[in-house]
């Protein structure tokens, strides 16, 4: 059985920083995209960011560009989200996402993620 487990999530100061993980257990993941999600109050899910299968390519949302950096490990199933210059706008719950397919491409959309973690809550203070 596939599981996520989501960390590092917490409670922080504007202007302040955390850190994500997300690891899998039960299959590895190495050849897919990996990526993040957040549900802030009230809205819909939304796209964070994503990274290829080899770390070669990745893609923010223009919301987190230059403040938020996506990174993987493939020998240790885990994707990371470093989150920097926090912002009260960015208080949601972050959601990592495995890709559905084998491909060197990235998916902006939760329609082409077929694996989720359990969400964990980042709140930012001013």
């Known amino acids: 059985q596939v599981r996520l487990v989501e960390s590092g999530g917490g409670l922080v100061q504007a202007g302040g920083s955390l850190a994500l993980s997300c690891t899998a257990s039960?299959?590895?993941?190495?050849?897919?995209?990996k990526a993040w999600f957040r549900q802030r109050p009230g809205k819909e899910r939304e796209f964070v960011a994503v990274i290829s299968w080899n770390g070669g390519r990745e893609v923010m949302a223009d919301s987190v560009k230059g403040r938020f950096t996506i990174s993987r490990d493939n020998a240790k199933n885990t994707v990371y989200l470093q989150m920097n210059s926090l912002k009260s706008e960015d208080t949601a719950v972050y959601y990592c996402?495995?890709?559905?397919?084998?491909?060197?491409?990235?998916?902006?959309?939760?329609?082409?993620?077929?694996?989720w973690g359990q969400g964990t809550q980042v709140t930012v203070f001013s």
């Open positions: 996402a495995i890709g559905r397919r084998e491909t060197a491409d990235v998916y902006l959309s939760t329609d082409d993620y077929g694996y």
């Open positions: 039960g299959r590895t993941f190495n050849t897919v995209p």
